[in-house]
């Protein structure tokens, strides 16, 4: 049964925006808004890329892009709530074709979720795997639990075509290309399935040829769940001297933390007498670079190296040096080049893989070029879902009526090397996406020559 919220909406005129969002907070009534402001919104988006980005070209064709921006600015030809004009406007996100570059759901996704959790909403009841083809598979129940289905193909979606289903919200989402927007959409499916789709209490499903009625879920998605240190940090001595060194994030707000974790396990390492590492950054989507230029390269780096070559940057207000004004765009290099520390007292000499995935994103990247041009590692798992020069430097712009956030870089760098293209492992090593831990045998059988 589908259950669709059918709320009173109102019209909101200029300046009253903050009272309307105020009042429809108690009320539980969203704000609607009219399409001259829907495209105003609209208009700031395209002011805020002109402002920010040093060149669009770095992932659209300009001309491919006002186009779309003209098919949306024609949908947005009637009122609607925020969340509804996101629907439009989300259309975007694909277009733009960087994971640094989407328009945001307003207030935040993460919000939006523990708000319906709240409220005793529901959500699609199972986690998913979307793959570029667009075929929806079953991971897990939408808590992280097993189920009998792990593994099975959905065919449909309260009847719909599961397939479809994915082209529709692969069209809105962000990222470099088709196959990251594919792993980002696993991730988060249930959100993007209840905002394109609507609310529903239970899901009538076939699975593998099979009709059932599934009731949705009131777990939260992990994507959306505040992690702990130990889910995104992990170590583990393995078989034949071997060692795993997970990092999901290169992030963590105590930093010395995680310098004092990694400092641990290359500690365990030595005493163990391991001489193969696998570096795990399959699910990491970034941070900051100096996470692993302190907490990792001092252990692993044999000669001098810097974070990337060359560089392209919009100056923007407030970040302005002196002699620079507001819209310039600076070509320069990376001056910053940081020593190997080859008398550390533990650092490793043994063979170093770093597993990558098409999801692993913006500053893991950067991690994971320099590994491949320096020769501090061997890549391997499976690339091509980001491209190898990055933008960065993600600036957060606040619509003024809707509240929609745009997200826009105001960097582009190039990897050490210099090289463009996508990100690619140096071996192929493809693991069974149902079983996390197949890659890494895989891995460890490569070293064991089998």
């Known amino acids: 049964m589908t259950i669709l919220r059918s709320p009173i909406r109102r019209a909101v005129g200029p300046g009253l925006w903050l009272l309307a969002w105020s009042v429809a907070a108690q009320s539980e009534e969203p704000v609607t808004f009219s399409s001259e402001q829907l495209r105003a919104d609209l208009a ?4 805020a ?33 925020a969340g509804e004009a996101w629907t439009v406007v989300s259309g975007l996100n694909s277009v733009m074709a960087d994971g640094h570059l989407t328009v945001a759901f307003p207030g935040g996704a993460a919000a939006e979720v523990q708000r319906h959790m709240k409220s005793g909403g529901r959500l699609f009841p199972y986690a998913v795997l979307v793959t570029e083809s667009a075929a929806i598979f079953v991971r897990s129940r939408l808590d992280g639990s097993g189920t009998p289905l792990a593994g099975r193909r959905i065919d449909t979606i309260e009847g719909v075509p599961a397939d479809k289903v994915a082209e529709k919200l692969l069209a809105h989402m962000n990222g470099d290309t088709r196959a990251m927007r594919a792993e980002l959409l696993s991730d988060r499916f249930a959100f993007w399935y209840w905002k394109f789709f609507g609310e529903h209490r239970s899901f ?19 994507a959306f769940r505040e992690k702990t240190f130990e889910q995104l940090f992990r170590f583990e001595l393995l078989p034949h001297n071997a060692a795993v060194l997970t990092i999901d994030e290169f992030y963590w707000r105590d930093k010395p933390k995680f310098y004092e974790f990694t400092r641990a396990a290359f500690e365990r390492m030595r ?12 699910a990491n989507s970034g941070g900051d670079d100096d996470v692993w230029i302190e907490g990792i390269l001092p252990y692993i780096a044999t000669q001098p190296y810097r974070n990337g070559s060359t560089y392209l940057l919009k100056i923007i ?48 990247v950067l991690f994971s070029t320099l590994v491949q041009d320096k020769g501090f590692g061997t890549l391997v798992g499976v690339g091509g879902g980001a491209r190898s020069t990055q933008s960065g ?5 606040r619509l003024p009526h809707t509240q929609m956030t745009i997200v826009v870089p105001r960097f582009v760098l190039t990897r050490a090397s210099g090289r463009d293209g996508l990100l690619q492992p140096d071996v192929l090593v493809v693991g069974d996406p149902f079983r996390p831990m197949s890659a890494i045998e895989s891995i460890l059988r490569l070293e064991q020559g089998q």
């Open 49 to 81: 890329l002109e402002r920010t980005h040093p060149d669009v070209a770095h992932s659209v064709d300009p001309a491919v892009l006002t186009r779309a921006f003209d098919d949306v600015r024609s949908k947005l030809d009637h009122p609607m709530t």
């Open 317 to 364: 207000e407030g970040r302005q040096k002196e002699g620079q004004k507001v819209g310039d765009i600076v070509r320069g290099a990376q001056e910053t080049v940081y020593p190997p520390q080859l008398d550390h007292p533990l650092r490793f000499k043994g063979k170093v893989y770093v597993a990558i995935s098409p999801r692993t994103y913006s500053s893991a």
């Open 44 to 47: 700031s988006i395209e002011s």
């Open 271 to 282: 005493a163990a007498g391991t001489r193969t590492l696998i570096i795990d950054i399959r």
């Open 393 to 397: 430097g993600t600036q957060n712009i």
């Open 204 to 222: 009538q499903l076939r699975i593998g040829g099979v009709e059932s009625m599934v009731e949705g879920s009131g777990d939260t998605p992990y």
